[in-house]
């Protein structure tokens, strides 16, 4: 997970809510006419990553594969939701929707906005440091910056652990980033990079990390190559 630098309101979203409001209607979301114009624009802002797994997103709805919707942070509806942020702009980011249609309690596959559904998780990606609260493990999985390496050992000794170390473990378990899908798909990310690394001196791999964190399109799981690049450092 990352710090999403949000931009100024778009004017697809400014423009509907200003004649919503002269009206004296309701800022409902899902009478918004544009969720596919803004959904262009989240994938931009996000270098066209998911805001929670960092898989590659390539288009609005449509086919899994790359699809993406736009994500409340604060949710909509339920015991959690806002009306309020339902129209607030720095509430709403693009989500992968690759486990869509799957049942909450197919657990090994369904993850990120998918599976949060209408609970709540803390806003890691609204924070400038984000990226030093979580770490990667060999395994795959996606684990709290602390002294544990594996994620049961964080679930088994969660009372102890420091209050941000709590909230990554609450925000990983609500998003199921640790599904078996993602783990091994990181792992397969994981032994790839390895084996490319152990052929590149220092100074090429600080210039491949500029790179990456250069590029308009994010590589997919980017923390998580980063994470292990700057261990070589």
Known sequence: MRYIEKTAE???MTTWKQKRES??????YD?????????DLLREEQHHICCYCQQKLTHYQGSKIGGSHNEHLDPQNGEYGHDTHQMNYYNIYACCIDSQGLKKKEKEKKHCGEFKG?????GFIQKSDCVECFKYNVLGEIIPNGEYDKWEDYQINYSVLPIVQKDAVYTI????????YLKDD????ITALLSILVTMSKEQVEQRISTIESEQCYQRYIDLLLYYMKKKQ
């Open 31 to 39: 009478e918004f006419d544009k969720k596919r114009e803004l959904n």
């Open 186 to 189: 990181r792992k397969k990310e």
């Open 173 to 180: 378990q609500n998003l199921n980033l640790n599904c078996n």
């Open 10 to 12: 778009p004017a697809c």
């Open 23 to 28: 009206a004296k209607q309701k800022l409902v």
């Open 118 to 122: 209408d609970d709540i998780i803390w």
